[in-house]
């Protein structure tokens, strides 16, 4: 069984930064793409970013792409969302994810077998 837990989510100014983390447990974490997604209240769950498990490519949404960076220590069976320049809009819980069979579709939320609980994020303006 795998378990994924976040940490790091807090309250933070806009332009600020946080840096999410995502502990992963199971002996198979090298071979899991993960993800984070996040979720505003009254909106679905959307795709923030994911790290292959094959050759470690990084995919971001439009929308945080040049401000967050996603990254993995496998050694540590670690996940992490470096967020910078946080605006208003980022404020969600954000999720990591993870997905055992590299799935093309990594945009999609139907694709990821785990999930941790999520860590709130609030951006003030």
């Known amino acids: 069984q795998v378990q994924l837990v976040e940490s790091g989510g807090g309250l933070v100014q806009a332009g600020g930064s946080l840096r999410l983390s995502c502990a992963v447990s199971g002996r198979a974490f090298v071979s899991y793409s993960m993800a984070w997604f996040r979720q505003a209240p009254g909106k679905e769950r959307e795709f923030v970013a994911t790290?292959?498990?094959?050759?470690?490519?990084?995919y971001y949404a439009d929308s945080v792409k040049g401000r967050f960076t996603i990254s993995r220590d496998n050694a540590k069976n670690a996940l992490y969302l470096q967020m910078n320049s946080l605006e208003p809009e980022d404020t969600a819980v954000y999720s990591c994810?993870?997905?055992?069979?590299?799935?093309?579709?990594?945009?999609?939320?139907?694709?990821?077998?785990?999930w941790g609980q999520g860590t709130q994020v609030t951006v003030s303006s």
């Open positions: 790290i292959r498990w094959s050759d470690s490519s990084t």
């Open positions: 994810a993870a997905d055992r069979t590299g799935s093309s579709y990594y945009q999609r939320r139907t694709e990821y077998e785990y």
